[in-house]
């Protein structure tokens, strides 16, 4: 599936501008590590793009509804497997780096994006790995965040949180330019 199919069938059950949002970050964060690791740059964009699908519309079945839509509609089962793995009470085993990164983009990639909101300039450009650090230590920032799974991301992939956040804030920044280019944007 490319890209492009999977952002439609998105389009098909979510409205909220907000999760739209969430999931391009999230997509920034899977594009920039399937590049870092030279792996299927699609897939993980695809994959990224269709995690939070029932979201919006089945919250209480959350994500076992989006298995079902993903299923239904003949995705790859590792695609649904990183999908299922993505919510911990799955108890999905995190087996391939898909499912891994999927994982460690999901809750980061918002949190940067909350980082980034509250600057005064309101963009990734001037934001640094010192300030992330900071809101993650301030409990009252972002409260939904739970930062346990940012560390577990992190390990999971293999490394340290201060690398997985200096990646990810990277890997936003590229894709913001990117985006606001065909006048969209993370932020
Ligand atoms: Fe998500």
Known sequence: MKRQEALSIF??????????KHTLAVEAGMRGYAKKFEEDVEKWSVTALLHDLDYEKYPEEHPKKGVEILQERGLSPDIIEAVKGHADYMNTPRESLM????????ELASFIVACALVRPSKSFEDLKYKSVKKKIKDKAFAKGVDREILKKGAEELGLSLEEHIGNMIEFLRIREQELQSADQSLL
């Open 99 to 106: 499912a891994k990164a999927l994982y460690a983009s999901d």
């Open 11 to 20: 389009n098909e059950y979510v409205l909220s501008e907000q999760l739209l």
